[in-house]
Every structure is written in C-alpha cells, then in structure tokens.
C-alpha cells in the first residue's frame, strides 16, 4: 500500500479532516522522506527532532537510524494515530501540543517537515537551541527569504536573522504533489547548522530581532526614517532625540534593503545601548 493510500484510509478510519489553519499536509512521496533523513546523516547517537510528525512515516525512518526520536504532532486526535503507529518503537517519544509551548527534551538534530504555518516561528525557536544540524522542508519561497541576497525582493530580517545564527544550504525541491492534501506551492529541502561563531557582534541579542524587524517594515526607506519608530516605540525616546541619534547612526542615508547583515549589526550596537 502507497503511503497515499495509507494516509487516505488512516483518514477514513479516524474520521479525520485534514485541518488547513494547522498546516495537515501530509508527505506521501517516499523519496521525500528518504533524501531527509539522508542529508541528516544520523548516527546511533543522535536525538532527532521531528516536528508535525503526523502519521509517522519519516519517524519510523527516522527511528530506524538514531539513538531516539522526539516526534512531536499539535494535533490531538493525529497524535493518537500516531502512537498506535510506532507503539513497537521503543525509542520514539510522542509529544502531543505546539512545539513552541510544551517542553521539549534536548536534541542534536532536526529532521522535519512541519507545517508551513509555524515556520518563521520554528525557525527563531530553533535559533534559541542548541543542536548540530537541521534538515527541514519549508515552502519554496519562504526559502526564498532565508537565503536572499542583499537588495533582492525576498531580502529582509528573516535573512539577516538567519544568517547570523546559521549556515544554511538549499539542497533539493519538492513539488506539492508529493504531499496531501496538495499545497498550493511547492517546497524546499534546506539544511541548516548553528553557527559556532557569528559572523559580526551584536551588543544586544535580544533587541536584534526587534530591530531587524522595525528596520524592515519600511525597507525602501532611509534608515535615518525607518529606525524611528524602534527608537521611539521600543526604547522609549522622545521625538527629538530619536531624530538626533537616526541622522547620525551609521548608514543613515542608506534604506534597509541596501544593508548587508554585517551593517545592520553595527547599526543596531550604535542606536541600542
């Protein structure tokens, strides 16, 4: 039996509707699944993450060929599924909830597809564990914005954000007929690896997102424009002040789309304290 024939009958027999605001697409091509767990290069003494583990098709791959699999699924009734699928693995552990609030044990890789809503979420999440790789399937332009070159379409604190904590690699696209119900778009295979040194320093981990974010609402705009709502709204200043410490921060009389991530560091250690 397929694993779309099994998906479909697993469907029926649970009475489970595929629910599009949790992202239920579920890979039904084995090749998929297969080149995953392939490019995580899993030894015996990995602890893999799998998050939106659905039916257990790539845990069961994925279990085959590691230590443990931390197989975590948000829906309640697909969890249930789940565990009457991998009952006879003893070294898979189900975790049923959202993966960015139920506690999650520790782990040295990920090999995932989750669902596409919580992407950029994952992704920031991820950046705050400690592991040796990810291999994940994102959708094809989300992975568009994470590898972007500067000045393009898709650049923006998604990229800079992701190039300061990792090393990434496209590695294979994925056509949404590999999946059910069939997303709209197609997908992307990427590998990422925490980076052991970052690229520039950044004074402020915290207020760096927030930053990045603020700079980028209005990336066509003159940085000495486009930071003042952070510097108003987040730090707190006064409007005169603000305008003072914009027009002499470096880059000033550039926009956001035009700085490289090395740039937005040292603007960022110059405007917050």
Request: proline share 4%.
């Amino acid at each position: 039996m397929s694993l779309l024939e099994q998906t479909k009958q697993l469907l029926r027999t649970h009475r489970i509707s595929p629910n599009k605001l949790l992202g239920q697409n579920f890979t039904v091509e084995p090749s998929v699944l297969e080149r995953v767990v392939g490019c995580a290069s899993l030894t015996n003494h990995d602890i893999v993450l799998d998050v939106g583990a659905g039916f257990g098709f790539l845990t069961r791959l994925l279990a085959s060929k590691c230590k443990r699999v931390i197989a975590v699924e948000a829906d309640d009734t697909v969890a249930h599924v789940l565990r009457g699928q991998l009952g006879n693995f003893d070294n898979v552990e189900i975790v049923a909830g959202n993966v960015l609030k139920v506690d999650i044990p520790s782990f040295s890789k990920v090999a995932s597809i989750p669902p596409y809503q919580i992407s950029s979420k994952l992704l920031l999440w991820l950046f705050n564990r400690s592991f040796d790789k990810g291999v994940l399937v994102f959708q094809k332009e989300f992975v568009k914005h994470l590898v972007a070159s500067v000045g393009s379409d898709e650049y923006g604190w998604l990229t800079v954000l992701t190039y300061y904590h990792a090393e990434t690699e496209v590695l294979d696209e994925v056509s949404k007929e590999a999946f059910y119900p069939e997303p709209k778009v197609d997908s992307s295979i990427m590998r990422l690896a925490p980076r052991k040194r970052k690229p520039f320093t950044v004074n402020n981990e915290g207020q760096f997102l927030k930053f990045a974010q603020a700079l980028f609402t209005n990336r066509n705009r003159k940085v000495r424009n486009s930071v003042l709502p952070f510097l108003k709204g987040v730090l707190g200043m006064d409007a005169e002040e603000a305008r003072r410490l914009a027009g002499a921060a470096p880059h000033h009389d550039k926009r956001a789309r035009e700085l490289a991530p090395e740039d937005i560091g040292e603007l960022a250690n110059a405007i917050i304290n």
